[in-house]
Structure formats: C-alpha cells, structure tokens
C-alpha cells in the first residue's frame, strides 16, 4: 500500500500525527536559547606569560621561544603566532577544525610543565585561555564615582560583581581600569646603604615575620587542642615597627628605613566615561544561557544593587549585545513573516481556491516546528543562520505540495472522486517530487561536513534545510493527500465578488501567458541555432560582468558600534597620551550628537594580565581608544562607517599621532579572525631592521590604493632602552654574580613584592619601592649598592657599563618565524580587488633574500573557505546529476537539465550588480544551493515530456504540451521560491549585512536561470532526442 494511499484510508492517525509534532515544536521552541550567531568554539588556545620587567627581546628569547618549541609537536596544529612585548608573552595555538580542543588543551598543558623549569624565575605561571562565543561580553557597565574613587575596585566586588555572579545564567563577572590598594613600603635607598640593607633582604623579612602557621595537636586530659603560632600583620602601625636588622647593638625597626603607606597601586589603565573616571565591569555569560534572558536578568538586579552603593557611584549600562541580537532576529523575522505572506498570496493567486491554497500554506508551520525539532536536538540555537535558513526555506518546502495539489486538482476537474483522485495525483507525481527533493537535499546536506568558518556559519543551515525539505516531501504525500480527499469537493465557488473578479481575471492572465510560453517554445524548437547562441552569449558575458562584482569574505556588520585607536610615538608618558585622548573624545562627541549615542569612554593604559592583547587588541602608555555605543541605525540614520570617515578627517590633524585607525568590528568577529584588520600582509624574516625596511615600502603602496583605510605597519616600533652590561670578571671577583645584581636592580627600579596583608577577607600586596622621584634618573641607577653575599658593597658604576640604545617593544611571530605585518582597513571597495591591486604593487618590489610576503588574516581565510565551498558545490552538482540519473534511467536527460545550472550563476552576477554587494562567503552559500533548486524546473519538464512522448505524442507536440500544461506548477514552485526570498534581500537593518547577499543571490539566480530554462531546457532536449533518433 502506498504512503498516500495509507494517508487517505487513516485520515484521524496523520492528523494525530502532525498534532503530535505540533506540541513537541511549541515544547522545543520554548526552550531554545538565542543568540546572534551559532555557537562557536575556534580551535585555538592562547598562553599567556606575565615576565614583569623583562623587554621585548629578553621575553622572546627566554620565555616565547622556549613555550613555542613544545607546543609546535603537539599533534594537529594548523599555526604558531606569537606576541612579545614588554613584561608579556602570548603564544596563540590554532589548530586543525575538527580537533578535540579539551585534549589539545591537556596537550597544551603537558608541554607547559615540560618547559617550565627553564623559565626565568621572575616569570609568572603560564596561564592557559580558550576562546568561544560564551566568552564574549553580553554586557559592559560603566562604573563612575568622585569621592569612592580610591576604592571603587572593592565596592565593585563587594556590592556589585558578587551579586550579579548570583543572577542565573551569568557565568563571569571581571572589570578592568580604576584603583587598586596596596600597602607600599617607599624605602630611602640612602638608610639603606648607612644601615648595610637591601630591598631584598627586607623582603625577605617581612615574608619570614607574617606567617600563621599551625604547630600541631596536643591532647591534654579528655580534650585536643590545636597549637597555631599567629604572626601575620594586623595592622600598618605593625609592619612600621617589624624588626629589619641590628645595627651597631640597636635594634633597626622598618620605619626607620621607609615609610609604610597605604596607597593605591601605579595605574597601568586609565578609564575615563562620559569624562569622568571610572571602570569597565565585563559580565559574560554560561555557555548554554540565553543572551537575552541573561541581559534581562542583570537589568532587573541592578536597581536593587544601585540602592546598596555610595550616593556618588553610578552605573550606566555601556554595552548590551542583546539590543543587537534583539533587531536583528526581529527584523530577520519580520523578512520570514513577509515571505511567508508572499508565497500565501501567489498560491491564492494561482489555484484560485482558498480551501487548495490552506492545504499547501499547512505546509509552512509543520516544516518550521520540524526545524525548531530538529534544532533542539542538535543543541543549536535561535541565531541569524537558523533563521536565514527558515527563511530560505519558507518558500521551498510548498514546492512538494504545489506539485502534487495542482495534479489532484486535475484529476478531480476530470470527474474523479476527491478520494480517489488523491491517491492516484500522490502516486503519479511522488517520483519526481521525490527527486526533486533530493536534488535539494544534495547541495544542502554536505554542508554539515564543512569545516572552518564556513562550517562554523552554514552547518546548521544545511542541517535544518535538509531536514524541512524532507518534512514537506513527507507532507506532500500523507498531509495534502488527506487534507484534499476531504476539504477539496470539485469546483470551488467564491462568494466574495472582489475575490472573484480578481480571480477571474488573474487566470486570463495565465492563460494567456500559458499561450504565449507555447508560441515561444514553438518559435525556440525552429531556431534552435539562435536559442542556443544567445544562451551562449549570456553565459560568456557573466564571467566578464563578474570582474565588476568585487570579493569580500565576511561582511561587516553596523552594531552600533566604533573605536578610534591613536598611536603615539613608543615611549610617550601615559599622562601625554590622555591629554590627546581628551581631544579625541572631543572630537568624537562633536561628531556623534548626544541624540545618537548613549556613551563614550576613554581607555589608555595596559590591562591586567594583557586581556586586550590576548584578544587582538592595540594597548600600551602611548595607546589611546575613544569609544562609542550608539543607538540603533533606525533611530540615527547614520551608518557607523559614515561617521567614521568623519571623524578621522579631523582627528589626523591632532599632533603627535604616529598611528590611527577606526574600528567598527564587533567582538564576534574578533574572536574569529583573531582581532587582526581585514588586510593583512606579513613580512617574514629574523633580520627586524631588513623586514621594517620592506614592511614600508609595502605600506606607502598600500597607501596609494583606493579602499585602504587606516593603513599601518603592525610592529609597534622601538622603544628608548637603558642597558646596563655587567663586567662579568670583576663582579666575580667581588663575590657577585650576574643573578645577584639583576635582582637587585629589578628591585631597586620596578621594586619587589615582599608579602601580603589581610584585612576582612582580602589580600593586598606589600611592595617595597624607592620613591618615583629617586629612581626616574640614570644617574640613581649608577648608585645603586649591590650587596654581596659576604657582606660587601658595591656600587652598580663600579662593575657595569650603563648606556642608551633602542629595542623593539614588539616582536611578532609565526610558526617560529618573527614576522612585521602591514595591516588596512577596507571601506568603499570589496576587499578582493584591494587585494588584487596590492598583489600586482608587490610584485615590482625588489624584495631581498631573508625576507618573504605572504598574505594573511581574513584573505588566508577566505582562499580556505572559498575552496571547501568550491568542493561542496563541484560535490552537489555531481550528487544532483546522480539522483536525477537514477530517477529518469538515464544518463541523457539528467545532462540536459543540468543546462539550467550555469545560467543560476549568470543571475546571482546581475543581482549582485544590480544591488551593488560584492561575492562574499553567504553569496557563494547561496550559489551552492541554487544548484539543487533551479534544476527543479527543468525536472517537472522533462518528466512531463517523456510521460507524453510514452503516451504517443510526436517529440514537438509533447514539448509543447508539457511547456503549456506544467507551466502553471513551476510559476508557482518559481514564484513562492523568490518571493520567499525577496524580503531577505530587500530589507535592511541591523544583522541584514550578513543575510542580504544570501538573498540576493537566490533571488537574481533563480529568476534568470527560470527565465532562461523555460526556453533553453526543451530546445536542449529537442536536439538531442533529435540525435537519438537519426542514430538509431
């Protein structure tokens, strides 16, 4: 028995059925997540190395180099890059897709501790940091206080990071910027030398005096009691009055040496918001929370935290990514809402029955609860892609259903019983529906087996596709065979006089179209030679026309979003930079009227433990960022590229900036091209003077190029230095060795932590530290008394040479190779042909031996994603010839549908002209998919034809007959397909940058490759079955 023929004899079990699927979509949908883009986990780990005091090079060679030889032997590792910088090093570890990132992160950890005694003493643990959208920040809050401000770190933690830890969902609670306290012992270097002490030695001593230590279990009688020596401080009046030394029979008491303060610590990150000071609380989320809820959760806590805080603190909420997400999903909605209007109208239009035109739209629900199924299951979520495939999908999966309901139509205008006609329309037509669906299937199913960013982006959607198409398949053959034997009684009668005459009137139109389309067959079968010439001409003519188009890779989204990064000259004192800062930001509010924004803040400095670097971030003393959230682009008008160009007409003007550049990336897309600009070139080679000389010349041609923008040599140049070379032979000879008098210069310049101090539960260094004003000068570094370890003293002038010179304050690296890189920005052109035009600059250059170009960032990206792409499409047009191959029994008439193929990529060419939107990676997605669509057409012609030449129509007759009687369906199944599409590349709006290209490219594809099939495919068929026959 067949499936229709079951269907229509249980009509209560398949409506069960599809109610049972009903209530399983509304119990999945409740509990998905949203969020903007899919979960993504990139196959890299970063460590992190903190060498307080050490330069560029001396981080290089002791500590980046050592990590890099163990990691490189770890298996499945794609690159080694690396960044030394003074006091950091940061190794990042990319692997292949694919790799199981919790055992490369074992492996990771292995070769850390095989490598880890080697390490300078100094250095601090390697810290391990993996990435993924879970780690971004769904929020930032702005924390301004005046007289809190000294303390503003703990009452953050205390009244504001602790609470919100509690709200459900949060996963992380951090803030960089603002005050900590430390207790700062400042020593007189002088006292120090007349009483024979050193830093260390004191250091030392505070150390061995602040000790709890527990002393053991002694049982007296029928109790135990526990024995513990408390030594720790209680108070700074305790620390002044430790005993440090004895001097000439006199006790030597700490104070006598130092002053003991309880201060804040140097600042190495200013924050500044709306001008005033202050600090950025970062709240992430868990991995599997919804963004949304989450942002909402923290909003409705932070009323209740606000009444806890000093009256002159305030929070003012400086990023929220769920507004982003919010605008994006409804207006990706609002393109799914309109295109499934769209395909309701013109399903109206054509069948003229509104009980026909139900029984198809039920199509539509049953296929998206299948999907929100299917997406539960797989642990997917609510993002721009699932959505832009429902949207693709919305007018595909009536396909199946128009077919087969347009057949039983037929048959019951024939005089079949409903029942009956049902059945048989099903069975009749379930072969090439069947066959269509699987051309479908063929282009959408491989992409779950793409890897990378593609992967990343289109796995899901080639996944939920698949599977709507298969729900509409299983619907078109149980649902609309039910539905139709029942609801479909012959001849329907509308009532409504406006519904009717326009009925009426649209099926003149058809009718005349249907004799329009039959003359032009009739004309194309007699000049077959013009038909096929003039395909030709088209087809040759896109490949010229696609030069005009341009490439990009991923599109940049407006989030609302912009940072202007100035560069002074390396080594300029933070309190300089702020000064330009404060004119940036000046200039920025100028720029961006209060009505479009909702803040600006200032940063300057270098984070904690290089969280900014760590996450492709520019920092330092000489490093400013302005930044801006603003409203949404409904509510501005103004798009964030436009008043970025404004702005950096004006701040160039501002002395004293080396390097400047705008940035309106959102963080996702940090996190996936690792932060770096769009154009990237890399200049390798170990000589750093030769590979800057090289690194120039590229920029100042880069520079000549239209479309880069904020062009920039990556390298951050070199830093004044002060070396001091020690006389290895004399030191020897005066009890000293090289160890010894490097600690006690460290401790005597940047200083020493000796201990810490408890108070309430918290923990705060005690540094010991000559004053500022002592050791800012080359001549106190001269005098600086070494202590030997028998006792003697030595001044630093007396056994080393102290000299100026410069060091990088940079080193980059890949794959062990230390690299420069030229980086640039791209607006106003696609990021291929700037490509393409630097490629032919290039090579004029006279480059040296030692030195290589290679490119790097998003357009080593794209050539990867771009050729997995073009695999899976030479992958899907093989599949989609086979299952057509297998349907018709021949190897002949599959070749011939396969004609309709090229002429899909002719249209997406045109439209993306048309539009105006170069060929990017959701472009080329759109270019895959077309194959196994387009084809359908050309599958319902060819099938309808032989069904006619088998009933014994002569070849001419049958094409004609089978243009005319199935033009009807394919108007249709074309129709609802591009009007599905439409609202996806037409709307605009927030996230639409990502979608629009997709939309796009189906829509210019599949209407000019209809347009050409409807002609080309039977003059096609006509020839060859022509051949056929003069051969046998």
Known sequence: ????????????????????????????????????????????????????????????????????????????????????????????????????????????RDAIDRVKRRLPDDAEEPSIFKFSTSTLPVMMIGINSSESYPGINKIIEDKIAQPLRQVPGVGAVFAIGGPYREILIRVDPKKLEAYNLSIPQIAQILNSENLSLPAGIIKV????????????????????????????????????????????????????????????????????????????AVKKALPKIEKTLPKDVKLNIAFDSSEFIKNSIRNLSNAIVY??????????????????????????????????????????????????????????????????????????????????????????????????????????LPLAFLTGIAGFLFKELGILVTVMVLTSLLASLTLTPTLSSKWLKGQEKIKNKLLSNLFNTSERWFQAIESFYGNLISWALRHKAIVILTALVLFISSFILFRLVGFEFFPASDTGQIQVIAQLPVGTRIDETIKVGEQLQKIVAEE????????????????????????????????????????????????????????????????????????????????????????????????????????????????????????QIGRSGLTPEIRIEIDKQKASSLGLNTAIIATTIRSSIYGLKATTYKELGDEYDITIRPDADLRNSISYISEIPVRSMSGNIVKIKDIARIYDTFSPIEIQRRDRQRIIPVGANVEGRALGDVVKDLQERISKLDIPPGVEIRFGGQVEEQAKSFRDLFQVLILGIILTYMIMASQFESLLHPFVIMFSVPFAFTGVVLGLLIFGVPFGLTAFMGLIMLVGIVVNNAIVLVDYTNLLR?????????????????????????????????PLAVFKGEGSELWRPLGITMLGGLTFSTLITLVLVPTIYSIFEHKKVEVK
Do not use: C
Request: no cysteine; net charge neutral; aromatic share 6%.
């Open 1 to 108: 028995m067949s499936l229709p023929k079951l269907s229509v004899n249980r009509p209560v079990t398949v409506i069960m059925f599809y109610m049972a699927l009903a209530v399983l979509g509304a119990f999945a949908l409740s509990r998905l997540a949203i969020d903007l883009l899919p979960k993504l986990e990139p196959p890299a780990i970063s460590v992190v190395t903190i060498y307080p005091g050490a330069s560029a090079e001396d981080v290089e060679q002791k500590v980046t180099k050592l990590i890099e030889e163990q990691v490189s032997t770890i298996n499945n590792v794609s690159k080694v890059t690396s960044s030394s910088k003074d006091n950091i090093s940061i190794i990042t570890v990319t692997f292949n897709w694919g790799t199981d990132i919790a055992e490369a992160t074992n492996d990771i």
């Open 221 to 296: 009688g029928t109790k135990e009691y526990s024995v513990r020596v408390p030594g720790e401080f209680k108070s700074i009046e305790e620390i002044k009055s430790t005993v440090i030394g004895n001097y000439q029979g006199a006790l030597v008491y700490l104070r006598d040496v130092a002053d003991v303060i309880d201060t804040i610590k140097e600042q190495t990150l200013y924050v500044r918001i709306n001008n005033t000071p202050g600090v950025l609380l970062f709240i992430q989320k868990q991995a599997t929370a919804n963004t949304i809820e989450v942002v909402d």
């Open 339 to 444: 295109g499934g209007i769209f395909v309701i109208l013109v399903v109206l239009l054509f069948l003229r029955k509104i009980r026909a035109s139900l029984i198809i739209i039920l199509t539509i629900p049953f296929s998206l609860i299948v999907a929100f199924i299917t997406l539960y299951l797989i642990g997917g979520t609510i993002n721009l892609i699932s959505l832009a495939s429902l949207a693709i999908a919305v007018g595909i999966v009536v396909d199946n259903a128009i077919v087969v309901l347009e057949n039983i139509t037929r048959h019951i205008e024939r005089g079949e019983n409903p029942q009956t006609a049902s059945v048989i329309a099903a069975n009749e037509i379930g072969l090439a529906i069947s066959a269509s669906s699987l051309t479908n299937i063929a282009v959408f």
């Open 592 to 711: 961006i009227p209060e009505k479009w924004r909702k803040y600006i803040f200032m940063r300057v400095g270098t984070t904690e433990q290089g969280f900014a670097t760590i996450t492709g971030q520019v920092e330092g003393n000489n490093v400013v960022t302005v930044g801006a959230r603003l409203v949404p682009l409904k509510e501005r008008k103004v798009t964030v590229q436009e008043l970025g160009a404004k702005i950096r007409e004006r701040a160039k003007l501002i002395p004293g900036i080396e390097k400047f550049e705008i940035s309106r990336g959102s963080d996702f897309q940090a996190l996936l091209f690792g932060g770096g600009k769009p154009l990237t070139v890399e200049v390798v080679g170990y000589d750093l003077n030769l590979t800057a000389q090289v690194a120039e010349k590229i920029k100042e041609e880069l520079e000549k190029i239209p479309g880069a923008k904020d062009v």
């Open 950 to 982: 088998a009933r014994g129509y002569e070849l001419f007759n049958a094409i004609v007959t089978a243009g005319r009687t199935r033009l009807r369906p394919v108007l249709m199944t074309t129709l609802t397909t591009i009007l599905g599409t439409l």
